[in-house]
T-cell receptor, first 111, second 118 residues
Framework: GQNIDQPTEMTATEGAIVQINCTYQ??????LFWYQQHAGEAPTFLSY????GLEEKGRFSSFLSRSKGYSYLLLKELQMKDSASYLC????????????FGTGTQLKVEL | EPEVTQTPSHQVTQMGQEVILRCVPI?????FYWYRQILGQKVEFLVS????????KSEIFDDQFSVERPDGSNFTLKIRSTKLEDSAMYFC????????????????FGAGSRLTVL
Protein backbone atom coordinates (compact mmCIF):
# COMPACT_ATOMS: atom_id res chain seq x y z
CA GLY A 1 0.00 0.00 0.00
CA GLN A 2 0.93 3.64 0.13
CA ASN A 3 1.29 6.03 3.04
CA ILE A 4 1.68 9.77 2.53
CA ASP A 5 2.25 12.22 5.35
CA GLN A 6 2.04 15.99 5.30
CA PRO A 7 1.55 18.56 8.07
CA THR A 8 -2.11 19.42 8.51
CA GLU A 9 -1.72 23.19 8.78
CA MET A 10 0.91 25.88 8.34
CA THR A 11 0.84 29.64 8.73
CA ALA A 12 3.21 32.07 7.05
CA THR A 13 3.56 35.79 6.43
CA GLU A 14 3.00 37.57 3.14
CA GLY A 15 6.30 37.99 1.29
CA ALA A 16 7.99 35.18 3.18
CA ILE A 17 9.12 31.71 2.08
CA VAL A 18 7.42 28.53 3.25
CA GLN A 19 8.41 24.89 2.84
CA ILE A 20 5.76 22.17 2.92
CA ASN A 21 7.12 18.69 3.50
CA CYS A 22 5.77 15.36 2.31
CA THR A 23 7.02 11.91 3.20
CA TYR A 24 5.80 8.79 1.52
CA GLN A 25 6.09 5.04 1.60
CA UNK A 26 5.10 3.14 -1.48
CA UNK A 27 5.65 -0.22 -3.09
CA UNK A 28 7.15 1.12 -6.27
CA UNK A 29 7.45 4.79 -7.15
CA UNK A 30 6.76 6.50 -10.43
CA UNK A 31 6.56 10.18 -9.67
CA LEU A 32 5.38 12.73 -7.14
CA PHE A 33 2.99 15.57 -7.87
CA TRP A 34 2.06 18.73 -6.01
CA TYR A 35 -1.38 20.23 -6.48
CA GLN A 36 -2.97 23.38 -5.06
CA GLN A 37 -6.61 23.28 -4.00
CA HIS A 38 -8.64 26.28 -2.94
CA ALA A 39 -11.69 25.50 -0.83
CA GLY A 40 -14.52 24.07 -2.89
CA GLU A 41 -12.47 24.05 -6.09
CA ALA A 42 -10.57 21.52 -8.19
CA PRO A 43 -6.95 20.62 -7.52
CA THR A 44 -4.65 22.47 -9.92
CA PHE A 45 -1.26 21.14 -10.93
CA LEU A 46 1.84 22.83 -9.54
CA SER A 47 4.83 20.55 -10.12
CA TYR A 48 6.06 17.05 -10.82
CA UNK A 49 9.23 15.20 -9.79
CA UNK A 50 10.31 11.75 -10.88
CA UNK A 51 14.09 12.12 -10.48
CA UNK A 52 15.98 13.35 -7.43
CA GLY A 53 16.59 17.04 -7.21
CA LEU A 54 14.91 20.39 -7.50
CA GLU A 55 12.36 21.51 -10.07
CA GLU A 56 11.77 25.25 -10.23
CA LYS A 57 8.74 26.97 -11.71
CA GLY A 58 8.60 30.64 -10.92
CA ARG A 59 7.71 31.20 -7.26
CA PHE A 60 7.22 27.47 -6.74
CA SER A 61 9.92 24.81 -6.45
CA SER A 62 9.67 21.14 -5.58
CA PHE A 63 12.37 18.80 -4.36
CA LEU A 64 12.50 15.02 -4.34
CA SER A 65 14.72 12.46 -2.62
CA ARG A 66 13.62 8.98 -3.64
CA SER A 67 16.00 7.23 -1.25
CA LYS A 68 14.46 9.09 1.68
CA GLY A 69 10.88 8.98 0.43
CA TYR A 70 10.75 12.74 0.87
CA SER A 71 9.63 15.76 -1.07
CA TYR A 72 9.02 19.38 -0.30
CA LEU A 73 7.23 22.25 -2.00
CA LEU A 74 8.84 25.65 -1.60
CA LEU A 75 6.76 28.77 -2.07
CA LYS A 76 8.59 32.09 -2.32
CA GLU A 77 7.33 35.66 -2.08
CA LEU A 78 4.11 34.49 -0.53
CA GLN A 79 0.91 36.24 -1.56
CA MET A 80 -2.47 36.22 0.13
CA LYS A 81 -3.89 34.24 -2.79
CA ASP A 82 -1.48 31.39 -1.93
CA SER A 83 -3.72 30.57 1.04
CA ALA A 84 -4.96 27.12 0.01
CA SER A 85 -4.50 23.43 0.61
CA TYR A 86 -1.38 21.88 -0.93
CA LEU A 87 -1.72 18.25 -1.89
CA CYS A 88 1.16 15.81 -2.26
CA UNK A 89 0.31 12.88 -4.53
CA UNK A 90 2.34 9.81 -5.41
CA UNK A 91 2.09 7.71 -8.53
CA UNK A 92 2.99 4.08 -8.15
CA UNK A 93 5.00 2.17 -10.70
CA UNK A 94 3.68 -0.69 -12.78
CA UNK A 95 1.73 1.24 -15.32
CA UNK A 96 -1.36 3.35 -14.96
CA UNK A 97 -1.60 6.90 -13.80
CA UNK A 98 -3.45 6.48 -10.51
CA UNK A 99 -2.48 9.11 -7.96
CA UNK A 100 -2.66 8.55 -4.23
CA PHE A 101 -3.12 11.84 -2.42
CA GLY A 102 -2.05 12.91 1.02
CA THR A 103 -4.52 14.69 3.26
CA GLY A 104 -3.13 18.07 2.20
CA THR A 105 -1.50 20.93 4.08
CA GLN A 106 -3.74 23.93 4.71
CA LEU A 107 -1.57 27.02 4.29
CA LYS A 108 -2.74 30.32 5.71
CA VAL A 109 -0.90 33.44 4.56
CA GLU A 110 -1.21 36.38 6.91
CA LEU A 111 -0.29 40.03 6.61
CA GLU B 1 -6.44 27.18 -21.69
CA PRO B 2 -8.13 23.80 -22.25
CA GLU B 3 -10.27 22.63 -19.39
CA VAL B 4 -12.25 19.68 -18.13
CA THR B 5 -15.92 20.55 -17.71
CA GLN B 6 -18.32 18.80 -15.37
CA THR B 7 -22.08 18.87 -14.97
CA PRO B 8 -24.01 19.28 -12.80
CA SER B 9 -22.06 21.44 -10.38
CA HIS B 10 -24.34 20.33 -7.57
CA GLN B 11 -26.90 17.54 -7.35
CA VAL B 12 -29.15 16.63 -4.47
CA THR B 13 -30.75 13.19 -4.57
CA GLN B 14 -32.65 10.78 -2.38
CA MET B 15 -30.97 7.65 -1.06
CA GLY B 16 -31.49 4.75 -3.46
CA GLN B 17 -31.80 6.93 -6.55
CA GLU B 18 -29.56 6.66 -9.59
CA VAL B 19 -27.22 9.52 -10.38
CA ILE B 20 -25.22 10.26 -13.52
CA LEU B 21 -22.36 12.73 -13.36
CA ARG B 22 -21.06 14.03 -16.66
CA CYS B 23 -17.64 15.16 -17.77
CA VAL B 24 -16.15 16.50 -20.97
CA PRO B 25 -12.39 15.82 -20.85
CA ILE B 26 -9.83 17.89 -22.73
CA UNK B 27 -10.27 17.04 -26.38
CA UNK B 28 -6.87 15.50 -27.20
CA UNK B 29 -6.59 13.59 -23.94
CA UNK B 30 -6.78 9.81 -23.99
CA UNK B 31 -6.87 8.88 -20.29
CA PHE B 32 -9.83 9.66 -18.07
CA TYR B 33 -10.33 9.41 -14.34
CA TRP B 34 -12.85 9.88 -11.57
CA TYR B 35 -11.80 10.88 -8.06
CA ARG B 36 -13.92 11.85 -5.11
CA GLN B 37 -13.40 13.96 -2.02
CA ILE B 38 -15.64 13.62 1.01
CA LEU B 39 -15.90 16.95 2.84
CA GLY B 40 -12.77 17.56 4.91
CA GLN B 41 -11.05 14.41 3.69
CA LYS B 42 -8.45 13.61 1.07
CA VAL B 43 -8.94 13.17 -2.64
CA GLU B 44 -9.49 9.46 -3.39
CA PHE B 45 -9.05 7.58 -6.65
CA LEU B 46 -12.10 5.80 -8.02
CA VAL B 47 -11.34 4.63 -11.56
CA SER B 48 -9.18 5.18 -14.62
CA UNK B 49 -10.35 4.60 -18.18
CA UNK B 50 -8.45 4.20 -21.44
CA UNK B 51 -9.31 2.88 -24.87
CA UNK B 52 -12.94 2.38 -23.91
CA UNK B 53 -12.29 0.21 -20.92
CA UNK B 54 -11.49 0.49 -17.24
CA UNK B 55 -7.74 0.23 -16.70
CA UNK B 56 -7.77 0.39 -12.90
CA LYS B 57 -10.32 0.81 -10.11
CA SER B 58 -10.24 1.17 -6.34
CA GLU B 59 -12.12 -0.77 -3.70
CA ILE B 60 -14.56 2.14 -3.47
CA PHE B 61 -15.62 1.51 -7.08
CA ASP B 62 -17.95 -1.41 -6.40
CA ASP B 63 -20.84 -2.80 -8.44
CA GLN B 64 -22.92 0.30 -7.74
CA PHE B 65 -20.54 2.39 -9.84
CA SER B 66 -20.02 2.34 -13.59
CA VAL B 67 -18.33 4.54 -16.16
CA GLU B 68 -19.02 5.05 -19.80
CA ARG B 69 -17.79 7.03 -22.76
CA PRO B 70 -21.04 7.15 -24.75
CA ASP B 71 -19.65 9.32 -27.54
CA GLY B 72 -16.40 10.98 -28.55
CA SER B 73 -16.57 13.72 -25.98
CA ASN B 74 -18.43 12.72 -22.82
CA PHE B 75 -17.27 10.56 -19.93
CA THR B 76 -19.87 9.65 -17.33
CA LEU B 77 -19.95 8.20 -13.83
CA LYS B 78 -23.15 6.42 -12.80
CA ILE B 79 -24.06 5.49 -9.26
CA ARG B 80 -26.90 2.99 -9.47
CA SER B 81 -28.39 3.24 -6.00
CA THR B 82 -26.95 6.09 -3.97
CA LYS B 83 -26.12 5.78 -0.29
CA LEU B 84 -25.66 8.50 2.29
CA GLU B 85 -21.92 7.84 2.30
CA ASP B 86 -21.73 8.63 -1.44
CA SER B 87 -22.14 12.31 -0.57
CA ALA B 88 -18.93 13.92 -1.78
CA MET B 89 -17.37 16.12 -4.44
CA TYR B 90 -16.69 14.05 -7.53
CA PHE B 91 -13.83 15.20 -9.73
CA CYS B 92 -13.28 14.13 -13.29
CA UNK B 93 -9.74 14.37 -14.65
CA UNK B 94 -7.94 13.66 -17.90
CA UNK B 95 -4.38 13.35 -19.17
CA UNK B 96 -2.80 13.02 -22.59
CA UNK B 97 -0.49 10.21 -21.52
CA UNK B 98 0.70 8.26 -18.54
CA UNK B 99 4.43 7.90 -19.05
CA UNK B 100 7.29 9.61 -17.32
CA UNK B 101 7.36 12.52 -19.73
CA UNK B 102 6.57 15.65 -17.80
CA UNK B 103 3.36 17.20 -19.00
CA UNK B 104 1.85 14.13 -20.64
CA UNK B 105 1.08 12.47 -17.35
CA UNK B 106 -0.30 15.51 -15.56
CA UNK B 107 -3.92 15.12 -14.57
CA UNK B 108 -6.11 18.13 -15.27
CA PHE B 109 -9.12 18.17 -12.97
CA GLY B 110 -12.56 19.56 -13.58
CA ALA B 111 -14.29 21.87 -11.11
CA GLY B 112 -16.21 18.96 -9.60
CA SER B 113 -19.78 17.85 -9.07
CA ARG B 114 -20.99 18.06 -5.51
CA LEU B 115 -23.34 15.17 -4.75
CA THR B 116 -25.57 15.35 -1.69
CA VAL B 117 -27.53 12.21 -0.80
CA LEU B 118 -30.43 12.69 1.61
Amino acid sequence: GQNIDQPTEMTATEGAIVQINCTYQTSGFNGLFWYQQHAGEAPTFLSYNVLDGLEEKGRFSSFLSRSKGYSYLLLKELQMKDSASYLCAVRRGGGGNKLTFGTGTQLKVEL
Amino acid sequence: EPEVTQTPSHQVTQMGQEVILRCVPISNHLYFYWYRQILGQKVEFLVSFYNNEISEKSEIFDDQFSVERPDGSNFTLKIRSTKLEDSAMYFCASSSGQGLVSGANVLTFGAGSRLTVL
